[in-house]
Nanobody
Framework: QVQLVESGGGLAQPGGSLRLSCAASGFTFNIYALSWARQAPGKGLEWVSGIYSDGRGTYYADSVKGRFTMSRDNAKNMLYLQMNSLKPEDTALYYC?????WGQGTQVTVSP
């Protein structure tokens, strides 16, 4: 079955960086586009970024454009989200998403 396991979340200071990872299994990883989404406390789900199956195209929400970089390693079935210049409003539970399947999420907290 499809499994998506996120890791790499934690506490960061404003202006800091974190790198999220998502380990995928149970499907043919290299033929699917993938996404990151997040949910802040008390708010709805927000799509953050997406990447084509071959990794050559990425796209981002305006709220993270220029600060976050999404990548993938199809040889390792891994998805990444490099988050720089973090802001308190980036605090959320971050999910790896594939065709309707979601991981359990990894918590990112940005606070002084």
């Amino acid at each position: 079955q499809v499994q998506l396991v996120e890791s790499g979340g934690g506490l960061a200071q404003p202006g800091g960086s974190l790198r999220l990872s998502c380990a995928a299994s149970g499907f043919t990883f290299n033929i699917y586009a993938l996404s990151w989404a997040r949910q802040a406390p008390g708010k709805g789900l927000e799509w953050v970024s997406g990447i084509y199956s071959d990794g050559r195209g990425t796209y981002y929400a305006d709220s993270v454009k220029g600060r976050f970089t999404m990548s993938r390693d199809n040889a390792k079935n891994m998805l990444y989200l490099q988050m720089n210049s973090l802001k308190p409003e980036d605090t959320a539970l971050y999910y790896c998403v594939e065709a309707g399947y979601w991981g359990q999420g990894t918590q990112v907290t940005v606070s002084p």
